[in-house]
């Protein structure tokens, strides 16, 4: 069993609708939780990151976290084009380290 | 405030040379983490140096080392290269951690290595 699990797609929604990007961890000890943005050939870009149960929304982006059940998710709204690209859910366990344990990512692709 | 830099962006090397990369974290942190990503296994944990001590290392080869110098400047070295040595090498810079929760890591645009 890996990690970090994500769907890798792709995952294929039409312009303004609602993409929905799920992952799971193994890891019972993971305590920070990253969403990452890989454009073809650049590098990753975080766009949310959560620590605790519940919702946090920035702008079009959700995240949600629920530690019971292992999973985090991140919601984008009124997709649009150019949120075409990789996701990629990371989890960090607590101490004093800052590594992260990356999934392998979902490739959205909204649709104009 | 600058991102963090890396390079060289490309490189080509022969195997059974070696590599040098270079990694200059965003001003004020001191904590850099080095990954390897691949098409195959995705994004890989390397090694994190936090105030020029290594302080993680993940499940790679002694081939790849690294250090970090008093300017939290890091480079990671990889020698002996092999084929399946290409990859692109990402370089993350974070926030001195907190209590028991992650801080934020940035990545660079990373070093693409191709080994022929």
């Known amino acids: 069993q890996k990690e970090v699990e994500q769907n890798s797609g792709p995952l294929s929604v039409p312009e303004g609708a609602i993409a929905s990007l799920n992952c799971t961890y193994s890891d019972r000890g993971s305590q920070s939780f990253f969403w990452y943005r890989q454009y073809s050939g650049k590098s990753p870009e975080l766009i949310m990151f959560?620590?605790?149960?519940g919702d946090k929304e920035d702008g079009r982006f959700t995240a949600q976290l629920n530690k019971a059940s292992q999973y985090v998710s991140l919601l984008i709204r009124d997709s649009q084009p150019s949120d075409s690209a990789t996701y990629l859910c990371a989890v960090s366990r607590s101490g004093a380290t800052n590594k992260l344990i990356f999934g392998t990512g979902t490739l959205l692709a909204v649709q104009p | 405030k600058a991102g963090v830099t890396q390079t060289p962006r490309y490189l080509i090397k022969t195997r059974g040379q070696q590599v040098t990369l270079s990694c200059s974290p965003i001003s004020g942190h001191r904590s850099v983490s080095w990954y390897q990503q691949t098409p195959g296994q995705g994004l890989q944990f390397l090694f994190e140096y936090f105030s020029e001590t290594q302080r993680n290392k993940g499940n790679f080869p002694g081939r790849f080392s690294g250090r970090q110098f008093s300017n939290s400047r890091s480079e990671m070295n990889v020698s002996t290269l092999e084929l399946g040595d290409s990859a692109l090498y990402l370089c993350?810079?974070?926030?001195?951690?907190?209590?028991?929760?992650?801080?934020?890591?940035?990545f660079g645009q990373g070093t693409r290595l191709t080994v022929v």
């Open positions: 959560i620590y605790s149960n």
């Open positions: 993350a810079s974070s926030e001195t951690r907190t209590g028991l929760l992650g801080t934020e890591a940035f």
